[in-house]
């Protein structure tokens, strides 16, 4: 049995030599990273966003032709768009119908987004339950063919202190993401500026708190920007956690701003104040391979959005060793 206190000790030394390459230090991962092997996709939160807000009408099928057309590899479904919810896995004729949809158009489903309230409750039952949700969720996700799940710890502290709701939140993750690896499935959470989860020192806790390098999280460049002092280099932020901390990528450019007063705002790539190729080249140097999804949240055209940063990923891509 691993040693809890040998564990944690390890967690920070990570977390510090992470820091010492953000200080200056990262010029051996230079010389050998190889050539990223990134596969790209589009958000259905950025459809929906949209819809809702501004009150535009997105079919299905043409953002699914749109998709497969930009040359995107897959997509990340979120709950309650276009569809009223997402299928049980005992429901087999509906998760081959949907499975089928996005195969038509050769694109791979990647992830299912899902709220995480549950995850830190005050209430043991109340815990249980939402990692019984998730053990569905994560038996979904494999039936669809996803390689990640994603999760947003949304809502209250109900009555606890944050300490209290990191320790439980911290103890669901790792939890669910231990169910989730079990199935050869990434599961990764994301923390935004409305969250009671909203800053650099509370992620760097959760992720030090589960303890389990299976924990893993979202590096959204518009979210760091903002835990980053708005300096529009969020990649920095990212240096001091650590890639290998990361699961997938929410990309999307910012202005530092929040979006009337919600979540940070999002806007399509080098329609903002960030350094986007640094955050590429960060993620190419601190090794990470896997998905980059374009999260186009309330962007009034998320076509626009998409078409820009799937560009801004090739030409980083062809530009990379």
Same mark, same amino acid.
């Given at each position: 049995m691993k040693n809890p206190a040998s564990s944690r000790r390890h967690f920070l030394r990570s977390l510090t030599a992470a820091g010492a390459w953000a200080a200056g230090m990262g010029s051996p991962l230079r010389a050998t990273a190889a050539k990223p092997e990134w596969k790209t996709a589009i !958000?259905?939160?950025g459809f929906m966003s949209s819809a809702r807000k501004y009150g535009k009408s997105f079919p299905i099928e043409d953002v699914l032709g749109y998709t497969a057309r930009a040359g995107f590899d897959g997509v990340e479904l979120v709950e309650a768009w276009p569809h009223k919810a997402y299928p049980v896995t005992s429901d087999r004729e509906a998760v081959g119908k949907l499975r089928e949809q996005h195969a038509r158009h050769g694109l791979q489903i990647f992830s299912l987004q899902n709220g995480a309230g549950g995850a830190f409750a005050p209430n043991l039952e109340a815990r249980r339950n939402w990692i019984a949700q998730m053990r569905g969720r994560i038996e979904l996700a494999k039936a669809l063919g996803c +390689?990640? @799940? !994603?999760?947003? =710890? *949304? /809502? /209250?502290?109900?009555?606890?202190?944050l300490d209290e709701a990191i320790k439980r939140l911290a103890g669901s993750f790792r939890e669910v993401a231990a169910m989730a690896d079990d199935q050869g499935v990434v599961a990764a959470f994301e923390i935004e500026p409305p969250f009671q989860f909203n800053t650099e020192e509370h992620l760097r806790r959760i992720l030090e708190s589960a303890n389990d390098p299976r924990v893993k999280t979202i590096y959204d460049p518009s979210h760091f920007d903002l835990m980053n002092k708005s300096a529009g280099r969020p990649h920095e932020m990212l240096k001091r956690i650590g890639v290998e901390h990361i699961g997938y990528v929410h990309f999307t450019d910012t202005d530092g701003t929040r979006r009337d007063g919600g979540t940070s705002k999002h806007? =399509? $790539? *080098? +329609?903002? %104040? @960030? +350094?986007? =190729? $640094?955050?590429?080249?960060?993620? %190419?140097? *601190? *090794?990470?391979? !896997?998905w980059i999804m374009i999260d186009g949240w309330q962007i009034p055209d998320p076509y626009d959005a998409g078409t820009k940063g799937l560009r801004a990923i090739k030409d980083y891509m062809k530009r990379a060793r």
């Open positions: !958000g259905m939160n +390689d990640c @799940i !994603g999760m947003w =710890p *949304g /809502g /209250g502290l109900r009555g606890q202190t806007l =399509p $790539a *080098g +329609d903002g %104040h @960030i +350094d986007v =190729p $640094a955050s590429f080249e960060t993620l %190419h140097e *601190g *090794g990470f391979n !896997g």
